[in-house]
C-alpha cells in the first residue's frame, strides 16, 4: 500500500512529464486496478509492453524525484501545517474560541485537501 501511496503522489506530480502512453499504461495500473493484460488489450499493444511503459515511467518519476523532490517537500509542508494547525487549536478557550475557530476554518480546505491524499 505505501508503494501504490508513493507511486500515486510522484503520478500526480510528474504524471505530465510521461508519453502519453506511460500515463495510460500508469494510471490503468494505479487507479483504476487493470491487470497486465486488461491494459494490453485495452491499448491494443503487448503485455510485455505495458510492463515496459510501467517500469519505465516509474523509473522516470523516481528520477524526478530524485532531482527535484516535490513529493518530499510536499510531505514536510504537510506535517508541518498539521503541527501548526494542532498548535492553534490547542490555544483554543472560552475567551478566545470565536477568534481561534475563524483562524481554524481557514485551515480546513488545505487540511481537507491534505487527508484525502
Known amino acids: ?19 502519453g502512453r506511460q ?9 483504476e486496478d487493470f491487470s497486465l ?5 485495452t491499448l ?25 523532490r516535490l513529493a518530499a517537500r510536499y510531505q ?5 501545517l498539521n503541527e501548526i494547525y494542532e498548535a492553534v487549536l490547542a490555544m483554543r478557550d472560552t475567551e478566545n474560541a470565536e477568534v481561534i475557530d ?3 476554518s481557514r485551515f480546513e480546505p488545505f487540511l481537507r485537501c491534505m487527508r484525502e491524499v
Do not use: P
Not at 1 to 19: I, K, P, R, V, W
Not at 23 to 30: E, V
Not at 37 to 41: D, F, G, Q, V
Open 44 to 68: 491494443g499493444i503487448s503485455r510485455q509492453a505495458v510492463y515496459d511503459n510501467i517500469h519505465r515511467s516509474t523509473d522516470a518519476m523516481e528520477s524526478y524525484e530524485k532531482k527535484m
Open 1 to 19: 500500500m505505501n508503494q501504490f501511496l508513493h507511486l500515486s503522489a510522484l503520478f500526480d506530480l510528474y504524471g505530465s512529464l510521461l508519453t
Open 102 to 104: 475563524a483562524i481554524l
Open 23 to 31: 500515463q495510460d499504461c500508469l494510471r490503468m495500473h494505479l487507479y
Open 37 to 41: 493484460s486488461e491494459i494490453a488489450e
Open 76 to 80: 514536510k509542508e504537510r506535517l508541518r
